[in-house]
T-cell receptor, first 114, second 116 residues
C-alpha cells in the first residue's frame, strides 16, 4: 500500500511535446511538493501545495504547471518539453505543522527528452 | 539564501571502519533531515532531528544536531557494504509564523562506497 505514488515511472518523449506526471498520497497529509533531481543528483523544490493552494513556486519556467484537484493529488504538467527538462521528478508530501512526521517521497519519474 | 553544505561529497570506506559525514547550513533552523538514496530509487527517510542536541541512532548510523553551530553529523560505525548509497541532509527553514516553511533545502549529497 504505497504512501506516495507517482506515474509514470519512466517517460521518454520528444522535444516540444506536452506531458503530465501524476502523484497521489494516501497519508492524509495536507501539503504536497514537486522536487527536481538533476543529473548531478542535486534536489531542488519546484512547487508546494497546501490544501490545494499554491504555497511555493520557485523559479521554474512557466511551461511547468502544477495542478491539485484535491489535497491527496498533485499533478505536474509540462508544456513544450526541452532537452534540459530531462531529470528525475519526485513528488513528496508532509503534514506541515507536525515536522516530526517528516517528508515522504514518491518513487520518482525519470523524464528523458530526446 | 539558505545554503546547505555537505562534506565530503564522495567517500570510499573499507568495511569495518568508522567515518562521519558533515552537514553545515547557513541560517537558523531546528529541523534537519537525513535521507538515503540508492541508485535509481527514491529517498528513504533515515532521521528527523528537531531540536538542539538531538541524537538519533539506527543500526550503524547515528545522527546529531547542533543548532548553535548549524551543524549536523551522520556517523557511520563499522561500515558494511549494504550502507553504500548517497546520503542527503536537508534543512527545513521556519515559516513566517513558525512551523515549517514546507521547503526542504538539500545538500548536494555524499556518495558513500563501502569496499570489502
Amino acid at each position: 500500500d504505497t504512501a506516495v505514488s507517482q506515474t509514470p515511472k519512466y517517460l521518454v518523449t520528444q522535444m516540444g511535446n506536452d506531458k503530465s506526471i501524476k502523484c497521489e498520497q494516501n497519508l492524509g497529509h495536507d501539503t504536497m511538493y514537486w522536487y527536481k533531481q538533476d543529473s548531478k543528483k542535486f534536489l531542488k523544490i519546484m512547487f508546494s501545495y497546501n490544501n490545494k493552494e499554491l504555497i511555493i513556486n520557485e523559479t521554474v519556467p512557466n511551461r511547468f504547471s502544477p495542478k491539485s484537484p484535491d489535497k491527496a493529488h498533485l499533478n505536474l504538467h509540462i508544456n513544450s518539453l526541452e532537452l534540459g527538462d530531462s531529470a528525475v521528478y519526485f513528488c513528496a508530501s508532509s503534514q506541515v505543522y507536525t515536522p516530526h512526521w517528516g517528508y515522504t517521497f514518491g518513487s520518482g519519474t525519470r523524464l528523458t527528452v530526446v | 539564501e539558505l545554503k546547505v553544505e555537505q562534506n565530503p561529497l564522495f567517500l570510499s570506506m573499507q568495511e569495518g571502519k568508522n567515518y562521519t559525514i558533515y552537514c553545515n547550513y547557513s541560517t537558523t533552523s531546528d529541523r534537519l533531515y537525513w535521507y538515503r538514496q540508492d541508485p535509481g530509487k527514491s529517498l528513504e527517510s533515515l532521521f528527523v532531528l528537531l531540536s538542539n542536541g538531538a541524537v538519533k541512532q539506527e543500526g550503524r548510523l547515528m545522527a546529531s544536531l547542533d543548532t548553535k553551530a548549524r551543524l549536523s553529523t551522520l556517523h557511520i560505525t563499522a561500515a558494511v557494504h549494504d550502507l553504500s548509497a548517497t546520503y542527503f541532509c536537508a534543512v527545513d527553514p521556519p515559516g513566517r509564523y513558525g512551523g515549517s516553511q514546507g521547503n526542504l533545502i538539500f545538500g548536494k549529497g555524499t556518495k558513500l562506497s563501502v569496499k570489502p
